[in-house]
C-alpha cells in the first residue's frame, strides 16, 4: 500500500527531468499508471467482500506518535476505486482534452501529486498521517484548480478554495490532537476500542465541532459551500476528478470514517442532519437559476454532498447502506456530466444553456451518455440513480416516527429539484433544432468521449445488476463505516410500496419542473439580488476588513526602522518576564550566600558603565563600536572571575572580530544621523533600565533553583576524550553541535553577502520607484 501511495509523488516528480515525454504522441501512456492502480486494489474486492481487512505499518516518527499505517478495509477499498477507477478515465481525457496545451506536462504532475495524496488519506490508519495527506490534496488542488494561472478568476478561485479548505484543516488538525490526548493513541483503529472514554469525556462536543468543521469546509457545505461553484474555473477534467469523486467527498470519507468513533449521539445526529438538510435543499434550489453548464452541475454537486452528509448525521443502517450506494450513484453520473460538459465546451466555446440545443446530431455517443447519466441522476428505474434513491427514502422513513415525515419532505423536495438540474446538464444541450453556429462541429477524439459513456453505461449496468454492487462493494463498506457485520442485498424491484410511489412522484414533479424550467439570465439576475445575505458576501466582507486591519497593523508596526523593531521586540520580552515573575512570587535574596565583591570586580564594572554611558552619548560610529568593545572585554574579564576561562576567550575573539568587522563596514556607510530627540532618549532609557532589572531578577531567581552539573559535566569529561580539545567551549561549537554552527555560519555568509550586494547597489532615479 506505501507504494501505491508513492507511486503517484515519485511519477510527479520524475515529470521535471521526463515532461517533454507527454508533449509528444505517447503521453498517454501515463495514464496506464491509475489502471495499473485499479487492478492492485480491484484484487482485494473478493476477499474484503468476505469479511478481511489488511494492514500495513511502517515506522516513521514514533516518538510523536506518527507512523506510515495503512489500512484496506471496504470504506478505504471503495475510495481507492473511486480514486484509480474514475483517475484512468480523467487522464485519458485530459490527455485529448488538454492536446498541444505548452504546460501539459506541469498539469499531469499536479494531478498524480493529487492521485498520491487522496490515496494516502483514504488508506491512513494513524490521524496524524492522514492530516499530512488532507492538507497535500488542498495544495494540489489549489495548483489544479489555478492552472490557468494567467486568468485573474482562476487565481482568485484557487485562493478561495486554499482558503477555506485550509482553514478547515486547521480546525482538524486541533480536533485530531485533541482527541489524541483524550485517547492516548492516534492510531485510528484503536480509537474504536475506547469510544465509551472519549464521547463521555467533558471536552467530547468540542473535539466533534472541530473534526466536524474540517470535514464541512473540504465537503463544501452551508455556510462554507461558495468556494467549490467559484473552483469550477478549472479545466474541465479536473472539476469531474476533484469534485465528483476525490477531494469534495474527502470531508464525507472523513465522517463516514469517524462515525464508528463519534457518532451515535445526539450531538453528531441533529448537527450533522441539520447542515447536511439544509445544505442539500438550499443548493439544489439554486440549481435551478443556474445557465452555466458547470454552475448546475457545481450546486447539485453540493446538494449530494449534503444528502450524504445527512444519512451520515441519521446514521441508523439503513442511512449507512444508503450513504454508501449514493456515493457511488453520484460518482458515476456526476463524472460523466462534467466531462460531457467538457466535451461541450471544447466543441462549441460555451457552456451557455440559454444557447445550447440540439447537439445531439453531431455529438451522438455524448448525447447517449449524457442522456443515460441524467437518468441515473434523475432515479429512472433500471439506472444506479433509483436504487439509491429509493434507498435514501427508505432510511427516512425508517427513522423516529417524529421526524420520519420532516426528513422524508426534505428528501423528496431535494430529489424533486435534482431530477430537473440533472435533465438540464444531461439532456437540454441536445434536445431540440440545432443552431447554425453548431452545425459544422464535430466528434472529438475517442479518448474524450469514450469515457463519459462508459461511466454512463456502467450506471446501467450496475443498476440492472444491483447485487454486484450491493455484495461486494457497497456491503463491506457498511460494514467499517457500522463497525459490525451486517448482511444485505439490493434489489431492483421491491414491489408496490410508499418508497415507489415516493419515487414515481420524485421522477413526475421533477420531469414538470425541468420542462417549466427554462434557464435564463433574468433568473439569473433574479437570484443574485440576494447575493448581500448568502455566506459568501458576509465572508469576502470579514475578509476585507482584515485586510484593511492588516494594512494599518503593518504600517503601525513595520515602520521600516530597526530601532522601531527591536522597542516592540523588547517590551513584548519585558511584559513576558514581568509576568512570570510575578507568578514565581516574591524573590527572596540570600545575602549570606553571595560571594564578596572584589576591588577588581568595582573597577571592572565601572569601566563597563563608562563605556556604556559614552557609547549612548557619543555622535562617532567608531567611538561608538570602541566603546562596545569595551563592555566586552569587561564581560570577558567577569568570566574570568567566575572561573570561566574558557567562555572569556570565545567573548574575546568574538568581540574583536566584531570590532574589526564594524569597523569595515563602517567606511561604506553613510554619514552619521541623530534621529532621537530628549523624549526617545528618556524613553529608550526607561525600556532599557526595566529589561536590565527584570534581567537581574531573573539572575538572582536562578539562585533559588537546584543546580545540577550533568551536561557540564559530560562536556568536561568527554571534550578532550572525543575531540581532542582543551577548550569546552570550542569543541562544544565545533564539535559536539558542529552542524549546528555550520548552518549559522551559512547564514552568517549570506546576510554578508545581501549586505554588500546593498552596499554595492547602484539604482537608476526611475528604477527606485
Not at 151 to 169: P, V, Y
Not at 702 to 707: K, R, W
Request: with cysteine.
Amino acid at each position: 500500500m506505501l507504494f501505491t501511495v508513492l507511486s503517484g509523488l515519485i511519477t510527479s516528480s520524475l515529470i521535471v527531468p521526463f515532461g517533454r515525454f507527454l508533449k509528444t504522441k505517447w503521453g498517454f501512456i501515463l495514464a496506464f499508471l491509475p489502471v495499473l492502480l485499479f487492478l492492485y486494489f480491484a484484487q482485494y474486492i473478493v476477499p474484503i467482500g468476505r469479511g478481511s481487512y489488511f494492514v500495513q505499518s511502517t515506522s516513521w516518527v514514533p516518538s510523536l506518535g506518527i507512523n506510515l499505517d495503512f489500512k484496506l478495509d471496504g470504506l478505504s477499498l471503495l475510495f481507492s476505486l473511486f480514486i484509480t477507477g474514475i483517475g484512468a478515465c480523467i487522464f485519458f481525457y485530459a490527455n485529448a482534452y488538454l492536446k498541444g496545451h505548452r504546460y501539459i506536462d506541469r498539469f499531469f504532475g499536479y494531478l498524480c501529486l493529487f492521485m498520491s495524496a487522496m490515496l494516502g488519506l483514504v488508506l491512513s490508519d494513524n490521524m496524524l498521517l492522514l492530516f499530512i495527506f488532507w492538507e497535500l490534496t488542498s495544495i494540489s488542488s489549489f495548483f489544479l484548480i489555478g492552472f490557468n494561472n494567467d486568468n485573474n478568476e482562476s487565481r482568485k478561485s484557487a485562493l478561495t478554495a486554499l482558503s477555506i479548505t485550509g482553514l478547515g484543516g486547521f480546525f482538524l488538525l486541533a480536533g485530531f490532537i485533541l482527541l489524541g490526548n483524550i485517547a492516548g493513541t492516534y492510531h485510528i483503529t484503536a480509537l474504536l476500542d475506547k469510544v465509551s472514554l472519549i464521547q463521555q469525556h467533558p471536552l467530547f462536543p468540542l473535539v466533534f465541532g472541530l473534526v466536524a468543521l474540517g470535514a464541512i469546509t473540504k465537503s463544501a457545505q452551508f455556510p462554507f459551500h461558495f468556494w467549490l461553484p467559484g473552483a469550477m474555473k478549472a479545466p474541465t477534467p479536473v472539476s469531474a476528478y476533484l469534485h465528483s469523486a476525490t477531494m469534495v467527498k474527502a470531508g464525507i470519507y472523513l465522517l463516514a470514517r469517524f462515525s464508528p468513533i463519534l457518532g451515535g449521539n445526539p450531538i453528531w445526529m441533529y448537527s450533522l442532519m441539520a447542515i447536511g438538510g439544509f445544505t442539500m435543499l438550499y443548493t439544489a434550489f439554486h440549481s435551478l437559476f443556474r445557465t452555466d453548464l458547470k454552475g448546475v452541475l457545481a450546486y447539485s454537486t453540493i446538494s449530494a454532498l449534503g444528502i450524504l452528509v445527512f444519512l451520515l448525521g441519521l446514521g441508523t443502517k439503513e442511512a449507512i447502506i444508503a450513504a454508501c450506494v449514493f456515493i457511488l450513484v453520484h460518482a458515476l453520473y456526476k463524472a460523466a456530466l462534467f466531462l460531457i460538459t467538457g466535451i461541450i465546451d471544447h466543441e462549441t466555446s460555451t457552456r451557455d444553456l440559454t444557447v445550447l440545443r440540439g447537439l445531439r446530431k453531431v455529438l451522438m455517443p455524448v448525447a447517449i451518455a449524457g442522456f443515460l447519466a441524467a437518468l441515473s441522476s434523475a432515479g429512472i428505474p433500471l439506472t444506479f440513480g433509483f436504487i439509491g434513491k429509493d434507498l435514501i427514502y427508505e432510511a427516512t422513513l425508517h427513522a423516529a416516527p417524529d421526524l420520519c415525515l420532516y426528513l422524508t419532505a426534505a428528501a423528496v423536495a431535494t430529489n424533486i429539484l435534482l431530477v430537473s438540474a440533472g435533465f438540464m446538464a444531461g439532456i437540454k444541450p441536445f434536445m431540440g433544432k440545432l443552431p447554425e453556429q453548431f452545425s459544422k462541429i464535430h466528434l472529438p477524439y475517442k479518448a474524450m468521449w469514450i469515457p463519459p459513456l462508459l461511466l454512463a453505461i456502467l450506471g446501467v449496468i450496475f443498476g440492472c445488476i444491483p447485487g454486484l454492487i450491493g455484495e461486494w462493494i457497497a456491503g463491506p463498506t457498511a460494514v467499517s463505516i457500522l463497525a459490525k457485520t451486517e448482511v444485505f442485498h439490493l434489489k431492483i424491484w421491491h414491489g408496490f410500496n410508499l418508497i415507489l410511489l415516493l419515487s414515481a412522484i420524485t421522477i413526475a414533479a421533477g420531469t414538470l419542473l425541468y420542462f417549466a424550467n427554462k434557464p435564463s439570465n433574468n433568473k439569473l439576475t433574479w437570484i443574485a439580488k440576494f447575493n448581500k445575505i448568502s455566506p459568501e458576501y458576509m465572508i469576502n466582507l470579514c475578509a476585507q476588513e482584515i485586510a484593511l486591519f492588516s494594512a494599518f497593523f503593518t504600517n503601525k508596526m513595520h515602520n521600516g526602522y530597526l530601532r522601531s523593531y527591536l522597542l516592540k521586540i523588547i517590551l513584548f520580552a519585558e511584559v513576558l518576564i514581568a509576568y512570570q515573575l510575578y507568578l514565581g512570587g516574591p524573590l527572596h535574596i540570600k545575602w549570606e550566600t553571595l560571594s564578596p565583591v572584589s576591588f577588581y570586580e568595582v573597577t571592572t564594572v565601572c569601566i563597563l558603565i563608562g563605556a556604556i554611558v559614552l557609547t549612548i552619548r557619543t555622535t562617532s560610529r567608531l567611538t561608538a563600536v570602541v566603546a562596545t568593545s569595551v563592555v566586552g572585554y569587561a564581560i570577558c574579564l567577569i568570566f574570568v572571575f567566575y572561573s570561566a576561562p574558557d567562555l572569556a576567550m570565545t567573548q574575546f575573539t568574538i568581540d574583536t572580530l566584531t570590532v574589526v568587522l564594524f569597523v569595515l563596514v563602517l567606511f561604506k556607510l553613510p554619514s552619521f544621523l541623530n534621529l532621537a530627540n530628549r523624549r526617545t532618549v528618556i524613553r529608550d532609557a526607561i525600556v532599557a533600565v526595566i529589561f536590565g532589572v527584570l534581567l537581574s531578577m531573573v539572575a538572582l531567581r536562578v539562585l533559588h533553583e537546584p543546580t545540577t552539573t550533568n551536561i557540564s559535566d559530560f562536556y568536561g569529561d568527554y571534550a578532550y576524550v572525543l575531540a581532542k580539545g582543551k577548550n569546552v567551549v570550542n569543541v562544544l561549537l565545533v564539535d559536539f553541535r558542529g552542524f549546528d554552527t555550520m548552518f549559522e555560519i551559512v547564514v552568517l555568509s549570506i546576510a554578508a553577502l545581501g549586505v554588500y550586494s546593498l552596499l554595492k547597489l547602484r539604482l537608476k532615479p526611475s528604477d527606485k520607484e
